[in-house]
C-alpha cells in the first residue's frame, strides 16, 4: 500500500510513503543508468581494449575487425511530466547516435549545443514500460535528441509510436502511476 502526501496546490512536491520500505521519499523521482546496455554485452575480459566510456559518452569498438559498425552513445535525460507535480519523472538514459552526430557531438561538447540534435535509438531497461521478457532491453524506440545548452545533458523525445513510454511523455502520468514507476525501480516487482 502506497500513501500520497505532497498533493496540495501551493507545494506539488512529489513525495509519497514507500509500503515496501516504508520509508519516506520525496522530491521528483530521478533514475539513472551508468553505463548503456551494450556496454553489458561486451565480455568483461574484453572492456578495456573495446569500451571507451566517460560518464557522458560510450564509443563500442567492433568484437571483429570485419568491417561492422562500432556502437556510439550519449547520456541523456528523458522526462515525463507528472500530473500535479512542479517536476518531471527523469530518467537518465543513453541513446545510440551516428558515428557522425556522435562525432560532431563530441567536437562541439564544451560549446552551446542547444541548436543541434540528431536522431537515436533508445534501448534501456525501465520498470512499468517493459513490452519485452524481464531483463531485455526496452524495445528500440526511435527519439529526438536535444543536445542543449553548455552544462546540461541532452535532452530525449521519443517519435510517435504506440509505446506506453510516448503516451506518458506526450500525455504526462497520474501521481498514483509515478508512486508505482518509482517504487518499482527502488524496489523491483513485488514478490
Given at each position: 500500500m502506497v500513501r500520497l502526501l505532497g498533493i496540495d496546490a501551493k507545494r506539488k512536491t512529489f513525495s509519497f510513503?514507500?509500503?515496501?520500505?516504508?520509508?519516506?521519499?520525496e522530491g521528483p523521482p530521478s533514475f539513472?543508468?551508468?553505463r548503456p546496455p551494450y556496454y553489458f554485452d561486451v565480455p568483461e575480459a574484453e572492456r578495456a581494449a573495446r569500451v571507451e566510456i566517460t560518464d557522458d559518452l560510450c564509443r563500442i569498438s567492433p568484437a571483429e575487425p570485419d568491417g561492422s559498425d562500432a556502437i556510439f552513445c550519449i547520456r541523456a535525460t528523458l522526462d515525463i511530466?507528472?500530473?500535479?507535480?512542479?517536476?518531471?519523472?527523469c530518467w537518465g538514459v543513453w541513446v545510440t547516435q551516428s558515428e557522425e552526430a556522435y562525432l560532431r557531438y563530441v567536437a562541439t561538447f564544451?560549446?552551446?549545443q542547444s541548436?543541434?540534435?540528431?536522431?537515436?535509438?533508445?534501448?534501456v531497461v525501465m520498470p512499468h514500460y517493459r513490452r519485452t521478457a524481464p531483463?531485455?532491453?526496452?524495445?528500440h524506440l526511435a527519439c529526438d535528441v536535444e543536445w542543449g545548452a553548455k552544462g546540461q545533458r541532452p535532452k530525449v523525445r521519443v517519435r510517435p509510436c504506440?509505446?506506453?513510454?510516448y503516451a506518458d511523455q506526450t500525455n504526462g502520468i497520474e501521481w498514483e502511476s509515478a508512486v508505482e514507476i518509482a517504487r518499482l525501480a527502488m524496489h523491483g516487482p513485488k514478490d
Open positions: 510513503k514507500c509500503g515496501l520500505c516504508d520509508g519516506l521519499h539513472a543508468h551508468r511530466p507528472i500530473i500535479g507535480s512542479e517536476a518531471p519523472f564544451d560549446d552551446d541548436a543541434d540534435g540528431a536522431f537515436g535509438w533508445l534501448a531483463g531485455d532491453y526496452l524495445e504506440d509505446h506506453p513510454l
